[in-house]
Nanobody, 126 residues
Framework: QVQLVESGGGLVQAGGSLRLSCAAS????????MGWFRQAPGKERDIVAT????????FYPDSVKGRFTISRDNAKNTAYLQMNSLKPEDTAVYYC???????????????????WGQGTQVTVSS
């Protein structure tokens, strides 16, 4: 069983930055593909970034590409999401997720992730 604990959310003005962290325990971290998702009220949970087990391959949707950066430190069992140039439309609850699947370098479908953090609120004011 993998346990994930997120931190780092908060309120920020448009154009500002936030860094989210996700601490993992319960399984060898380097065996997990990590992802960050977000969900705004009344909307589906969408991928914002994902990173391969070794950290060498990442994926971002166009909505955040060039502004968000996912990284991981396998020695510290922690994944990060650096968010720059934040916009009001980035406001959502952000979730860290872990996938134990193998076969592809990363996964973008929430159903491919078996462990989730509790979520952290990110609010961007205009």
């Amino acid at each position: 069983q993998v346990q994930l604990v997120e931190s780092g959310g908060g309120l920020v003005q448009a154009g500002g930055s936030l860094r989210l962290s996700c601490a993992a325990s319960g399984r060898t971290f380097s065996s997990l593909t990590m992802g960050w998702f977000r969900q705004a009220p009344g909307k589906e949970r969408d991928i914002v970034a994902t990173i391969s087990r070794g950290g060498g391959i990442t994926f971002y949707p166009d909505s955040v590409k060039g502004r968000f950066t996912i990284s991981r430190d396998n020695a510290k069992n922690t994944a990060y999401l650096q968010m720059n140039s934040l916009k009001p439309e980035d406001t959502a609850v952000y979730y860290c997720a872990a996938s134990g699947y193998v076969g592809r370098p990363y996964y973008t479908d929430p159903t491919e992730y078996g462990a989730w953090g509790q979520g952290t609120q990110v609010t961007v004011s205009s």
